[in-house]
Structure formats: structure tokens, C-alpha cells
């Protein structure tokens, strides 16, 4: 495992049930105000996900282009952070949540309370060459310091995580999974990474994986699981929680690690 993982904050116990774009099954996904109700819902993790604006700032969306979850048009990554957060990103939710902006990662970072863990999500789209991804690196761990260890970094982009684990000290790991994977070339990854957790997609999720991955030393978190049946069938495979956009009933459901 990571030797960054000995001296970090103990992860919370099992089953942890992890805030999937903050409290997104009420707030506008994330968004500050989404990951301050997650908090207050019990959430000692929660997930988000960044992308690069024109100007090389963080900014914690989660498509490639701003029409679903903004007033504003085309890819983020043509706009500068300026532009960026003087877009409305909260009236396509409802219109009680008009004029909340886009937040910067650091942003949320400051959000975390004590003890509590944040997992960023590092889409592929930005960190597509080595370049972009010692950029990724070096920004990432200056935005989440704060966090002093509580902290997991997944992604789809299997080369990223590799290049991400060959720092002196990397912060977690999770390797994020589809469908079309297969179990052992997963492994293999999480292995060769140091790997912290695997996240698969619970739709596709067999016990006999659970088991495997679980036999080598990996925490199992799916995604993205909002039914009570569905995460107790889950827990049964073995694994330690799971992301949910509805983490107040199902943190209520399943007792939260201290």
C-alpha cells in the first residue's frame, strides 16, 4: 500500500458512504453549497471532480462542456476562471439555488471539516500528455494540503494514476473502473499503483470481484448507489461503502465510521 496512507488520518470505518458530487440528490452538484450539506448530513467523505479553465485554475465541474449544469456554453476548458465564475450554476437545479457560482477546488478543500476525507476525481480529458499531468500533480497537492493527508485521488485515466504514484509520497489512490474491464487487469493496476481502493461500477459488481480485490488488500467502494436494497446487497459482497447522491438516507441507514 501507499506509505503515504500510514501517516495520514485513519480512513473512516466501514461502511462509509461517500458523498457523490456533494449532496447532489438535493443541492446542484458540486457546488459549495452541495458538500456543506453533505457535511451537515453525516458524510465523513465526499467526491468531486475537476477540470482545467483556460487560465489553469481547478475548478471542481464534472462534463467537459458547461450546458447541463450551468448557464454557460461550450467547454470549460475555453474559459478563463474569470469568466467561469460569473456563470450561474445553480438555477438549472432550481431556481432557488440562482447565482451560485462554480467553485474553485481550493474552495471546497476549506469546506472539509476535521477528520473528514475528500476523494477528486481527476477527469481524463484533463491530463491527456505527461505535461498536463505533472501540472495536475503539482496543483493538486497544493490545493488539497490543507487536507494534511485526507485525501484520495482517482481517476479513469490509468496513466495518470501510475504517474501519480511514482511520487515520493502519493496521496491515496482509487482506480476508478467500467464495465468492459476486466477484474485481473484491474488488479494488476491496483497493485503496480500502490492502490489504496478500487471503484467499480456497482451495476456490473460481482462478489466474486469484491472477494478477489478484498483478498489482495483493497477497499472497495462502487459507484453510484442511491437505493437502500441495492447497498445492503452490496455490503453483503463485502465491500466498505459505496458513493451515493443520497447520503443523508443512507448515512442514516448504515452506521458511519468514527
Known sequence: MSSFHSSAVPIPDSPLVIAHRGYRAVFPENTL???????????????LDVQWSRDGRLMVHHDTTLDRCSNGKG??????????????????????????????LREVVATVPEGCWLNVEVKPEAVPDSRHMAKMVASLISACAPLKGRLIVS??????????????????????????????????LCIKTEAFSWHPDHRTLEKKAVQRMKSEGFSVYP?????????????AMGVDGFFSDHVRILASTFRQGK
Open 33 to 47: 453549497p452541495a458538500f456543506q450539506a453533505a457535511w451537515q448530513a453525516g458524510a465523513r467523505m465526499a467526491e
Open 155 to 188: 481517476s479513469f485515466n490509468h496513466l495518470f494514476l501510475q504517474h501519480l504514484s511514482r511520487l515520493p509520497r502519493p496521496p491515496l489512490i482509487g482506480v476508478l473502473s467500467q464495465k468492459w474491464q476486466k477484474d485481473e487487469e484491474i488488479l494488476e
Open 75 to 104: 467547454l470549460l476548458k475555453d474559459h478563463d476562471a474569470e469568466v467561469l465564475r460569473t456563470l450561474d450554476a445553480g438555477s438549472w437545479f432550481s431556481e432557488k439555488f440562482t447565482g451560485i457560482s462554480i467553485p474553485f
Open 223 to 235: 459507484y453510484t448507489v442511491n437505493d437502500k436494497k441495492r447497498a445492503e446487497e452490496l455490503l
